[in-house]
């Protein structure tokens, strides 16, 4: 198939293509180049005419929960794991065709992460590539010790943090989460079992991920050595700089503070587990004014940035919402562009795939969308997905 668009965004923050083809076979990118060239290179294959639209990678989500949804009732003990499976596989399909082709599970309950990725596999239901991570690993009554519903292992000392790794990888994990940091209490693992959990994680060849909010938390985990910091909101200028020479990514979820923080203005009922906490709209309001403030400055110091939303831990109403993710990176001083390169490039270059996934070059893999307008010059244009193909294939 040979895609005609009136732009192309390659995933990088520099390169914007114009009046150029690009052709999908056989699961790879095959040839990009003026209409003329490609259909010269592969005569057998359609045209498809795009007008109005732009053509660029399929959008990365590193951060998202399959086991909570946008459902009040969602945790109701009667509705079983299997409505949950269930409810998580349309919630993929809705991702799909708002342009997410690729998802990062920062922990799930009952295995519904594996059990996803191994029946979109099996061609059963249509799903983003998932990459999971299983239970998050927190210390007893630890940050979503309570709040995940049974998508965190409670571990400490040293040789449980270290067997709540090995669980989660026999259990098929892609990588591992901890969660030590939240609002209310500051640090919460030590550093002997961040370290632990590092050294464990990376002797089998994975990745790990830190919940980790405030600046003491922050740096145990730099420290530590972990592969990402997650939200991160009270980042230091200098911790960045040391994230970027030991190739830390920040994935700062912007979205879901201003979100929370929009509905806590409305009604407290919107909190969830925040609910009741004294002062918690002075601080979700300091997180979205520190965000505001910092992405912009944090963000020139090179350290990665890559977009994650959480929002299925909030009642959202929707699907993963990439594109509004980066909205609000522009809204923080972000051009279009270095925010449309944190959602495609910057999440496939930290899952360790940049050289073949991400971006819209010959060779990669086909995970491309289609959007009505151009995202390099407003980012509102991410939010008109108009198809979507996975691996060469369109799936909406």
């Known amino acids: 198939m040979i895609l005609c668009a009136d732009n192309i965004l390659t995933g990088d923050r520099y390169t914007r293509l114009e009046?150029?083809?690009?052709?999908?076979?056989?699961?790879?990118?095959?040839r990009i180049g003026p209409l003329e060239q490609v259909r010269a290179a592969y005569p057998d294959e359609e045209v498809v005419q795009c007008p109005g639209c732009t053509l660029m990678p399929g959008m990365i989500d590193l951060h998202t929960h399959l086991a909570c949804a946008a459902d009040p009732d969602y945790h109701n003990p009667y509705n079983g794991v299997s409505l949950r499976a269930l409810y998580a596989a349309g919630y993929m399909r809705d991702t799909l065709a708002a342009g997410v082709t690729t998802i990062r599970d920062?922990?799930?309950?009952?295995?519904?992460?594996?059990?996803?990725?191994?029946?979109?596999?099996?061609?059963y239901i249509q799903a983003p590539r998932i990459f999971a991570c299983l239970q998050g690993i927190c210390m007893t009554g630890g940050h979503g010790a309570d709040s995940l519903e049974g998508g965190t292992i409670e571990a400490d000392g040293v040789d449980e943090v270290r067997k709540a790794v090995r669980l989660n990888l026999k259990r098929g994990a892609d990588c591992i989460k901890v969660l030590t940091s939240e609002g209310y209490r500051g640090a919460e693992l030590n550093q002997e079992e961040l370290d632990a959990i590092v050294q464990?994680?990376?002797?089998?060849?994975?990745?790990?991920?830190?919940h980790a909010g405030y600046g003491e938390s922050i740096e145990m985990c730099i420290r530590a050595g972990f592969d990402s910091i997650e939200h991160g909101t009270h980042l230091t200028v200098e911790q960045a700089r040391r994230m970027k020479e030991k190739n830390i990514t920040w994935v700062p979820t912007v979205l879901v503070f201003n979100y929370v923080y929009e509905e806590s203005l409305k009604s407290q009922a919107a909190l969830g587990d925040l609910k009741g906490k004294p002062a918690v709209n002075d601080y979700l309001q300091d997180c979205v004014e520190t965000y505001a403030r910092n992405v912009r400055t944090l963000y020139d110091t090179g350290v990665r940035v890559a977009t994650g939303t959480d929002t299925d831990c909030t009642f959202f109403k929707g699907a993963s919402p990439v594109a509004l993710e980066c909205a609000y990176l522009v809204k923080c001083g972000l051009t279009p562009m270095e925010a449309v390169e944190c959602a495609t490039k910057n999440g496939a270059d930290y899952l360790g795939m940049g050289d073949c996934l991400g971006q819209v070059k010959e060779g990669y893999i086909a995970d491309v969308i289609l959007v009505e307008g151009d995202p390099s010059q407003d980012i509102g244009a991410l939010k008109n997905v108009r198809a979507v193909y996975q691996a060469g294939q369109q799936v909406v």
Do not use: M, N, Y
Request: aromatic residues 2%.
């Open 19 to 30: 009046g150029q083809a690009v052709c999908l076979k056989d699961g790879v990118i095959a």
């Open 200 to 210: 464990e994680t990376h002797r089998f060849g994975r990745k790990a991920a830190a």
């Open 106 to 123: 920062c922990s799930s309950s009952d295995g519904i992460g594996p059990a996803l990725k191994r029946a979109a596999a099996d061609g």
